[in-house]
């Protein structure tokens, strides 16, 4: 008996934000609202499939003839439409031929795989990551063993980015070491650098020889695509070498599926195919080939100018319904309230804002009011509908 193996695991946390959402799922209460996980929702409450996703579903029924295995680097056509649509066509990195793309298991993948790259390069190697950031972020890079530091981004119930803070954190940075960055829609804090931000930070991350990680897991769902995309795009523009790490989950609505990609952009056209070499190698030993399904999909989409006119129609339908939501709420939450403390909803980006509360006031608000954020008091607003705004409003202040 006493060789049995399992006996010596510890039992592990629950996720803290997976584990919500099924908690919600479970949650027999007709008032019950799920602001756990990430997802967009609708009006209804539901996540949709998106038109031109079920629209290219039937293509790809009609198009697969085989489910044998992608190579390493996964659909190389959704590879290439999402590369372009990324850093934009005519990006000079294309003609210069420094930037490769690896498909990934969703973005969470790409995060893996980028941590393992950083892995190989040097054991221990250090990455910056954000005070706050996604609470997975961590364990994703730290299961790659590379060293983790941070530096200020937000303070919870303020407006604005904590950037003058961030930049001195950053200035001890040592040449080399990674620098995790979120593109658009801050998870969890819904605070996006300005333009004239993301150029000072370009000129530092130059200075200090800095290699930037970007997670556009929101690429489209704050601002248009281009624009949502100025960030990463600059410092595309600026920096030697840098990898971004794109989802597909959010804007085409493929959670389930899985799409996803990492792009890498090295400093030379050899180095970059000896990058691709690596991101491939490593894919094999964590997943071998990614799954087909969820990229076809973007790919079709992406390769189809009415598909993609669809697509971008839902997406225009997703951002402006995140921004009615966030007034919406921002106006219930000073009625309930009475007073002007949560303002900051209004204006922020994307799915995600931290309501200021206390762990115990979290657990209260699922607990009595079967109301459902994280303990950090983060919350997805796209998760609020007409008709919840009123009752999730009231029940923050009433743990208040
Ligand atoms: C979130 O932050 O809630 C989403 O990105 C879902 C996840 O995997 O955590």
Same mark, same amino acid.
């Given at each position: 008996m006493?060789?049995y ?5 510890p039992?592990?946390p ?9 908690q ?22 539901k996540?949709?499939?998106? $038109?031109a996703v ?5 293509? #790809?029924q009609q198009k ?5 295995y992608? /190579? *390493? &680097? ?16 005519g990006h000079p990195?294309?003609?210069?031929q420094r ?13 893996r795989?980028?941590a393992?790259?950083?892995?190989r ?11 706050p950031?996604?609470?997975n972020?961590?364990?994703l ?11 200020p981004?937000?303070?919870v119930?303020?407006?604005?980015v ?25 998870n969890?804090?819904?605070?996006d ?6 150029? $000072?930070?370009?000129d530092?991350?130059?200075?200090? #020889?800095?290699?930037?990680l970007?997670?556009?897991a929101?690429h /489209? *769902? &704050? ?8 960030g ?17 989950s959010?804007?085409f ?6 799409a ?6 090295a ?9 691709m ?15 087909a ?11 189809d100018?009415q598909?993609h ?11 402006e ?8 709420f921002a ?10 403390r949560?303002?900051f909803?209004?204006?922020q980006?994307g799915?995600?804002?931290?309501m200021?509360?206390?762990?115990e006031?979290a ?20 998760g ?17």
């Open positions: 006493n060789n193996r399992f006996k010596d695991l039992v592990c629950d996720d803290p934000i997976l584990e919500l959402m099924v919600a799922a479970a949650d027999k209460n007709p008032h019950k609202v799920d602001l756990s996980a990430g997802v967009y929702k609708n009006d209804a409450g996540t949709p499939i998106l $038109q079920q629209q290219a579903e039937v293509l #790809r697969e003839d085989t489910k044998s992608l /190579g *390493l &680097a996964g659909d190389l056509r959704f590879n290439s439409l999402v590369a372009e649509m990324v850093l934009g066509k990195v294309f003609a210069e930037v490769c793309t690896l498909q990934t298991t969703g973005g969470s993948g790409a995060i795989i980028a393992e790259l950083f892995k390069i040097q054991r221990g190697a250090r990455v910056w990551v954000g005070n950031t996604w609470a972020h961590i364990p890079l730290a299961a790659a063993d590379l060293e983790l530091l941070t530096y981004y937000y303070r119930g303020e407006a604005g904590l950037f003058g803070e961030m930049m001195q954190a950053l200035q001890a940075a040592e040449p080399g070491d990674l620098v995790l960055l979120q593109g658009s829609c801050h969890p804090c819904g605070e650098m300005t333009h004239d931000q993301w150029r $000072q930070l370009a530092l991350l130059v200075e200090r #020889r800095l290699v930037p970007v997670d556009a929101y /489209g *769902l &704050a601002e248009p695509m281009d624009q949502d995309a100025f990463w795009r600059h410092l595309a523009s600026r920096v030697p070498e840098m990898l971004i790490a794109w989802s597909g959010k804007n609505s493929l959670y389930r599926d899985r996803g990609a990492l792009i890498a952009i400093a030379t056209p050899e180095r970059t195919k000896a990058v070499t690596n991101l491939m190698n490593i894919s094999r030993v964590v997943y071998s080939v990614p799954p399904h969820g990229a076809a999909l973007v790919a079709e989409i992406l390769a100018e598909l006119t669809i697509w971008q129609d839902e997406l225009l339908t997703m951002r319904r995140i921004i009615g939501v966030r007034e919406r106006d219930e939450l000073a009625a309930a309230s009475a007073c002007d949560f303002e909803v209004r204006h980006k799915m995600f804002s931290f200021p509360l206390s762990s006031q657990q209260a608000l699922r607990r009595e009011h079967s109301v459902y954020l994280l303990d950090s008091g983060r919350i997805n607003v796209a609020i509908t007409a008709s919840s705004a009123e009752y999730v409003a009231t029940a923050i202040a009433r743990v208040i």
